[in-house]
T-cell receptor, first 113, second 112 residues
């Protein structure tokens, strides 16, 4: 059973650019959630996908968008990057009807300069 | 609006003693509460959870207590070990929408 894998692990982008982060879910999980963790903060919910449909969104602007594919892998896209977007981006997979928590990947550290 | 609050940014405990991490929440619709542990350069890992219909759940050295009337939960680690040094996140979820809300975390230092 594989866990959640994210790529890339680190990324440096320039303000105004666009970025795509990728996530492969744990085998058997049908739900993917994306979180942003700024330095010294807890993970903040960006959005969640269930069976390729967005299933809820946190307080993030529309320039944050996502996709979930039939194999339940996922992408997070951020357009028009701002300095404050610098953070650790965490992907987590789960079972929609599960009562346990998420399985997290190790994250992508994004630095915007 | 911080629905899950961890008011202690850090905590230091002597090895072998009990570590108690506290958490408060505001949303009475939460029906599961979870604790995650995070080491540097790794994603959070699930530690223990408790359903809102229970007041205690124990798993080895880890026990979570829930006080619904006070909207408060705590994680007890006994005895504390050096490998327990990490950031601990309290989290809560509503099973109706499967979203998990995290607190800001408490950094636990286990002293030799």
């Amino acid at each position: 059973e594989t866990g959640v894998t994210q790529s890339p692990t680190h990324l440096i982008k320039t303000r105004g650019q666009q970025v795509t982060l990728r996530c492969s879910s744990q085998s058997g999980h049908n739900t993917v959630s994306w979180y942003q963790q700024a330095l010294g903060q807890g993970p903040q919910f960006i959005f969640q996908y269930y069976r390729e449909e967005e299933n809820g969104r946190g307080n993030f602007p529309p320039r944050f968008s996502g996709l979930q594919f039939p194999n339940y892998s996922s992408e997070l896209n951020v357009n028009a990057l701002e300095l404050d977007d610098s953070a650790l981006y965490l992907c987590a997979s789960s079972l929609r009807t599960g009562t346990m928590g998420y399985t997290f990947g190790s994250g992508t550290r994004l630095t915007v300069v | 609006d911080q629905q899950v609050k961890q008011n202690s940014p850090s905590l230091s405990v002597q090895e072998g003693r009990i570590s108690i991490l506290n958490c408060d929440y505001t949303n009475s619709m939460f029906d599961y509460f979870l604790w995650y542990k995070k080491y540097p350069a790794e994603g959070p890992t699930f530690l223990i959870s408790i359903s809102s219909i229970k007041d205690k759940n124990e798993d080895g050295r880890f026990t979570v207590f829930l006080n619904k009337s006070a909207k408060h939960l705590s994680l007890h680690i006994v005895p504390s070990q050096p490998g327990d040094s990490a950031v601990y996140f309290c989290a809560a979820r509503r099973s109706m929408d499967d979203k998990i809300i995290f607190g800001k975390g408490t950094r636990l230092h286990i002293l030799p």
